[in-house]
């Protein structure tokens, strides 16, 4: 059953799925912000000290980072599958434990830098130039998630930043969503 998710997801994902699922995602989730900002405000302001949250991503982290390691090839390194999966395992459970300090900051920024693998797997090499687009979003994951996990603060101000003007929220939320829309347009005509 791993084996076949692992497939699934670095080797099994085409250029067309990622794009319709990451632009229709982008589409629904600015949306919903966009029309619900007095109610998700207070919700975002709580959210990188929100433990609950943080481990419950954080646990998706670490079970997909032991995916990973479980399913991959090894070569001479082998021997060393079992030991590495030990300390992933008690890895979590020391994070969890001692690392509650924006915790859902630092689990979300894990998890952005392990999106963004699939997706660039399933454009790579790929003949459409729009590709590009999944491609730039996939990186700015990876420098996102690498900032959040090192200076997790940085979540904390800018969403403080893009919240306190609703403004300011709405011209974010419409270009999330007009950036998704365009992603979805690519993945009909050109994936």
């Not at 059953?1 to 229709?24: E, Q, R």
Request: charged share 15%; with cysteine.
């Amino acid at each position: 059953m791993t084996a076949d998710l692992y497939h699934f997801l670095y080797h099994g994902l085409s250029l067309k799925t990622v794009g319709l699922v990451i632009g229709a995602v982008l589409v629904a989730t600015h949306l919903f912000g966009f029309l619900k900002f007095e109610a998700l405000k207070p919700i975002l302001r709580d959210l990188p000290r929100n433990v609950k949250v943080g481990i419950a991503i954080l646990a998706v982290d670490f079970a997909w980072a032991l995916l990973i390691w479980s399913e991959m090839d090894l070569g001479e390194f082998f021997n060393l599958e079992r030991p590495v999966q030990m300390v992933l395992i008690a890895g979590f459970f020391g994070v969890a434990i001692y690392v509650q300090e924006f915790l859902a900051v630092r689990a979300i920024g894990f998890f952005l830098i392990l999106a963004a693998c699939p997706v660039l797997n399933a454009a790579f090499l790929e003949p459409p130039v729009t590709r590009l687009l999944l491609v730039a979003l996939a990186y700015v994951w990876i420098v996102k998630g690498m900032f959040w996990v090192g200076m997790p603060y940085l979540m904390r101000d800018q969403l403080a930043w893009a919240t306190a003007e609703p403004n300011r929220w709405k011209a974010l939320t419409l270009a999330g969503v007009a950036y998704g829309a365009l992603v979805l347009v690519c993945a009909l005509a050109f994936y």
